[in-house]
């Protein structure tokens, strides 16, 4: 089942990325995911958006140390290639890079993750924060390919109105 974000946000896909249903296969549980025209050895890159309200007081570091520990639940061989801390303090970001095997289709793959945490104050609430979560997700092959286009995409990330995916 598709999420909805705790804060709205706008943001314009690249060119050519087209969006998929959230509801459908791996991309269940995000807010949006959109996909790359041209698959790689039967894998499709991915970009999703998903995100939560933390009552707790996570650091950037712990909330990646999290979605390490989820993914080595699904996936083999599970290493972080980077990670480095961004923004300012009252509104860090966080960006890792994962490398990881998984099962796609009747095949298994060598994938990378790029991951961007955003850390967002709730309009309506100054004491409550958001985390957003983007993640492009391309076979090791691919990813340096459409690193750029994932780069633009998070560029253009901002508070907004409503969940809305500009056209290019």
């Known amino acids: ?7 709205p946000i706008e943001f314009r896909l690249p060119e050519g990325w087209l969006p998929a249903d959230p509801e459908r296969g ?23 958006i998903d995100g939560e309200y933390r009552s707790d007081e996570v650091t950037p570091a712990e909330l990646a140390d999290e979605s ?35 099962d796609a289709g009747d095949a298994r793959h060598g994938l990378v993750q790029s991951q961007v945490y955003l850390f967002m104050p709730d309009a309506a609430d100054s004491r409550k924060q958001a985390v957003i979560r983007l993640v492009l997700t391309a076979t090791t ?9 994932f780069q633009d995409f998070v560029r253009t990330v901002r508070p907004g109105t409503g969940m809305r995916a500009g056209a290019q």
């Not at 791996?26 to 999703?48: E, K």
């Not at 972080?80 to 890079?97: C, E, F, I, K, S």
């Open 1 to 7: 089942m598709a999420t909805t974000l705790p804060v």
């Open 68 to 102: 390490v520990e989820r993914l080595r639940e699904v996936a083999t061989s599970v290493v972080v290639d980077y990670r480095r801390d961004a923004g300012p303090t009252d509104a860090p970001v966080l960006v890792q890079r994962l490398a990881f095997s998984a």
């Open 141 to 149: 092959a691919q990813h340096d390919t459409v690193l750029g286009d």
């Open 26 to 48: 791996d991309a269940m549980g995000v807010a949006f995911a959109a996909v790359h025209p041209q698959p790689d050895v039967g894998f499709t890159a991915n970009i999703t």
